[in-house]
């Protein structure tokens, strides 16, 4: 029985999210992470802390994407930002990056902002 598979976006994104990660093996530092986002200016339509632009830009922290749909983004980008080829951002660079992501606590409600609540 020989049937073909109909190729799609959502079947090459699923395809990416179930294949082994060349990142499994790296670490991130999210230290560096920091400082390569503030490098490449990511800030500008992310805001410093990954919590979007003005703009409506995507807020990217907390709970980044996986670091394969950071690389995929990078890489390839859907939306008005720029692209990002391996020798501008390497694969530790967007492993950095994304533990930067990962470390940046969600904010506070209002309610749990005791100066708020008087």
């Known amino acids: 029985m020989n049937r073909k598979i ?5 079947l090459a994104f699923a395809l990416l999210i179930a294949a082994p990660s060349a990142f499994a ?3 991130g530092d999210a230290t560096k992470g920091q400082q390569t986002f503030m490098a490449l200016h990511c800030y500008v339509c992310h805001g410093t802390q990954g919590n979007g632009g003005a703009a409506n830009y995507p807020k990217l922290a907390p709970n980044p994407l996986p670091v394969e749909g950071i690389q995929a983004e990078l890489r390839s980008p859907r939306q008005a930002m720029p692209r990002y080829t391996p020798s501008m951002v390497s694969d530790q660079d967007i492993a950095d990056i994304h533990a930067y992501l990962a470390s940046i606590p969600p904010s506070l409600n209002a309610s749990d902002i005791p100066l708020l609540n008087h």
Request: positive net charge; proline residues 12%; aromatic residues 0%.
């Open 6 to 10: 109909k190729k799609t976006p959502a």
């Open 25 to 27: 093996a790296e670490t």
